[in-house]
């Protein structure tokens, strides 16, 4: 009883919160999908254009040489 009913209470008023939510959620889910959709449409692009390329290039010389160092280390 002593761990159940906190449980039970979290476990209700979690519930209760989605179905409040739920429209929010659902807004927000169709949006980050269309972000998300937009997003991977520009970095297909990038790599077929060959754009990709030079942003790592420059991405890499910006770095600090430790970071370098520990990404290509293993």
Not at 9 to 37: I, N, Y
Not at 51 to 57: H, P
């Amino acid at each position: 009883m002593g761990a159940a009913a906190p449980l039970l209470l979290l476990g209700m008023l979690s519930r209760e919160a989605l179905v409040r939510w739920k429209t929010r959620l659902m807004e927000t889910g169709r949006g980050a999908k269309v972000v998300l959709g937009v997003l991977l449409l520009v970095i297909g692009a990038a790599v077929l254009t060959g754009v990709d390329k030079s942003v790592e290039t420059a991405l890499v010389e910006a770095s600090p040489d430790w970071l370098t160092a520990l990404t290509t280390r293993f």
